[in-house]
C-alpha cells in the first residue's frame, strides 16, 4: 500500500506535529524561529531534516546519532534567498540556467535558481511494502520566451539501510529546447584523517585544480602541492587550514552501468560514499573547505557541468538540453557505510580504476 501526504503550509507550527508513523518511520512538521517550514524524518538509524517549501534542500542527515553535516555558523536555515545568507544544508540542488560562481558575462544567481526555490508542491509517499519513504515536491520556472520547466527532486529513505537515494527530474514544458545546467551539492565535513577514493586517476585528462583566487598563504601553500602531486590531496586532515576553499574540475570514470563512486574513507573504515549516474552527470566539483569556522568536505558534487558559471559552460561545451515537450532524471545517491561495505566499494572503484589503467580511453577537460 503506497499513502500520499500532501503537505500544505499551515500544517506547520512552531511545535511539532506527528504526520505519520509506522513500525520502520517517523515524520512529524515544525516551524523554525525563521518561519522556515521543515519534515522531520526519523528511521532506526538515520535522520533527516527537509524543508519542503524552501529549495527541498536536506537541512541535515544523521546517521546513528552522528550529524554528518558540514559545519557553519547556521544553525537553523535563515529563509533567505541570498546563497551566503542561508548556509549550512547538507544537500543543495543547484541550477538551472547556471552553476557555480557567475561570471561578470552572466546574469544568474550564485548556483543559480533551485538552491532557494520556491515550491508549488510537496509531499511524503509512504511505500509500505518496502519500507520506503520519499520526500518529494516540484517547483515551476518560468521567464517569458525562454523558459517553462518544471523540477521535481526526490529523496528516498529505505528500512534500516543510511543511504538516500535521490532523483532530479527536469521537465521542459515548451516547444522549444532549453539548455541547462545542474549540480547535486553535498556537504560532508572533513573528516581528521580521511581519505578519498574515486572513480578516475588523479591525471590532467581527469583532474583539474581550481584554487581560490582569495586563498592565504597556508592554502596556496596547500594547493602548490596538490598541483605538483595531485596524490596529497587525498588525504584530509582538520588541522590543515583551507581558506576560504579549494575546488578541482572532475571527469570521473562510469563503471559497466555508467555509475562513478566516491569515497571519504575515515580511520575506523566506515566512510562518507557518493554514487551517480554518469550518463546523465557526466562531471563532478571537489569542493573543500576548513578555515576554522567552517568545515566541509563536498568530495563529490555530482554535476553536468564545472561551477565557473555559465558563459564558462557554453564556451566550454558543457550546457546541456533538453528538447521540448521532454524531460531527464539525474539519478546519485549517498550516506554512511560500514567498514564493510566500505571494502566493497574500494574495490568497485579500484576495478574501473584497474580496467581504465589496462587501456581504458582518456576524457580530457
Do not use: K
Not at 155 to 166: A, F, H, K
Not at 170 to 186: A, G, K
Not at 233 to 255: F, H, K, M, V, W
Not at 332 to 351: C, K, S, W
Amino acid at each position: 500500500m503506497v499513502t500520499r501526504i500532501v503537505l500544505r503550509p499551515e500544517m506547520f507550527t512552531r511545535e511539532p506535529r506527528l504526520l505519520l508513523s509506522t513500525g520502520y518511520a517517523e515524520l512529524s512538521a515544525h516551524r523554525y524561529g525563521t518561519d522556515v517550514a521543515a519534515v522531520r524524518l526519523v528511521t532506526d538509524r538515520t535522520e533527516l531534516v527537509w524543508l519542503p517549501f524552501h529549495g527541498q534542500q536536506i537541512w541535515r542527515y544523521t546517521v546513528d546519532g552522528e550529524d554528518l553535516t558540514m559545519r557553519t555558523h547556521f544553525d537553523e536555515p535563515t529563509g533567505s534567498t541570498v546563497f551566503e545568507e542561508n548556509y549550512g544544508a547538507f544537500l543543495l540542488h543547484c541550477g538551472l540556467t547556471g552553476i557555480g560562481h557567475p561570471s561578470a558575462e552572466d546574469t544568474h544567481a550564485l548556483h543559480g535558481e533551485l538552491p532557494h526555490a520556491t515550491y508549488d508542491e510537496a509531499e511524503v509517499v509512504i511505500d509500505d511494502p518496502h519500507q520506503a519513504v520519499s520526500l518529494t515536491g516540484s517547483c515551476r520556472l518560468r521567464r517569458t520566451h525562454s523558459m517553462d520547466v518544471v523540477f521535481r527532486p526526490t529523496v528516498t529513505v529505505t528500512g534500516t539501510d543510511p543511504l538516500l537515494r535521490i532523483t532530479a527530474q527536469l521537465q521542459n514544458l515548451r516547444q522549444t529546447s532549453f539548455s541547462y545546467s545542474y549540480m547535486c551539492h553535498i556537504n560532508y565535513p572533513v573528516f581528521d584523517g580521511s581519505r578519498l577514493e574515486q572513480s578516475l586517476e588523479l591525471d590532467g585528462d581527469r583532474f583539474r585544480l581550481v584554487p581560490d583566487g582569495g586563498q592565504d598563504d597556508q592554502t596556496a601553500a596547500y594547493t602548490a602541492s596538490i598541483a605538483a602531486d595531485p596524490e596529497v590531496s587525498n588525504s584530509l586532515s582538520s588541522a590543515q587550514p583551507i581558506t576560504p576553499e579549494y575546488c578541482a574540475i572532475i571527469r570521473p570514470r562510469g563503471d559497466a552501468d555508467g555509475w562513478a563512486r566516491f569515497l571519504q574513507v575515515r580511520p575506523d573504515s566506515s566512510s562518507a560514499y557518493v554514487g551517480f549516474d554518469t550518463r546523465t552527470l557526466p562531471m563532478a566539483v571537489r569542493w573543500i573547505s576548513n578555515t576554522g569556522d567552517e568545515s566541509a568536505a563536498g568530495f563529490c558534487l555530482p554535476s553536468t557541468s564545472h561551477h565557473l558559471g555559465r558563459s564558462r559552460a557554453e564556451a566550454d561545451g558543457l550546457m546541456r538540453d533538453v528538447p521540448g515537450g521532454a524531460e531527464v532524471t539525474m539519478t546519485v545517491e549517498t550516506g554512511l557505510l560500514n567498514p564493510e561495505d566500505t571494502e566493497a566499494m574500494r574495490a568497485r572503484i579500484r576495478a574501473v580504476v584497474d580496467r581504465a589503467t589496462d587501456g581504458g580511453s582518456a576524457g580530457g577537460l
